[in-house]
């Protein structure tokens, strides 16, 4: 009935059923970011014990070279300890602080976009609007500048690509890819006002 796809694997053909015991409430809180997500997969996993596994697809955007942004970062840490990661649908990266005496962006354009499920609303919007920019198509996070960083310096890790999911305003996720396809993942939890 929830879906239109499925696939179950028992242990053999007398023992097909798979039973999953779980607290909605702590489901509930895990799905709050499908309101932006492309696509959720649940699969039911064993790590030291059985465990829900969701994966939920949302907006990707590949980023710069690690060494030029890591660059870019560290010369806003100094002024600000949180910032603003900003990507559009149509390719650009825009990382933003505020500080009493300045605003300062930071402005990539032309990356690949490999997914966008735009954010539900922008009512209190953190960031500039660029000129005709269709601001549905718009997802933006606040983050530690920090952590960001400590991230960054994995530059130095040989690595094939680099991909950031914003969960809109709450989640930015990085997925650093090694050329031995080793997949290295940070979450940083967005700041709420």
């Known amino acids: 009935m929830f879906f239109s796809e499925y696939q179950m694997v028992g242990l053999d053909d007398d023992h097909k059923d798979i039973y999953l015991g779980f607290g909605a409430a702590n489901l509930a809180r895990s799905l709050v970011t499908l309101k932006s997500a492309k696509s959720l997969k649940m699969k039911l996993t064993k790590k030291q014990c059985p465990c829900l596994t969701l994966e939920i697809e949302m907006i990707s955007i590949e980023l710069p070279p690690l060494k030029q942004l890591r660059t870019t970062i560290d010369r806003m840490r100094t002024m600000a300890s949180e910032v603003v990661l900003r990507a559009s649908a149509e390719g650009r990266l825009t990382l933003q602080i505020k500080t009493d005496m300045a605003k300062v962006s930071t402005r990539f354009k032309d990356l690949r976009v490999e997914a966008f499920g735009g954010p539900i609303d ?72």
């Open 122 to 193: 922008h009512s209190d919007s953190e960031t500039e609007t660029q000129v005709n920019e269709d601001t549905s198509r718009v997802c933006y996070c606040r983050v530690d500048t920090k952590k960001l960083s400590i991230f960054l310096s994995a530059d130095q890790i040989s690595h094939n690509r680099t991909v950031c999911s914003i969960v809109h305003k709450r989640l930015v996720i990085l997925c650093l890819q090694t050329e031995e396809n080793v997949k290295l993942q940070c979450f940083i939890s967005g700041i709420v006002y």
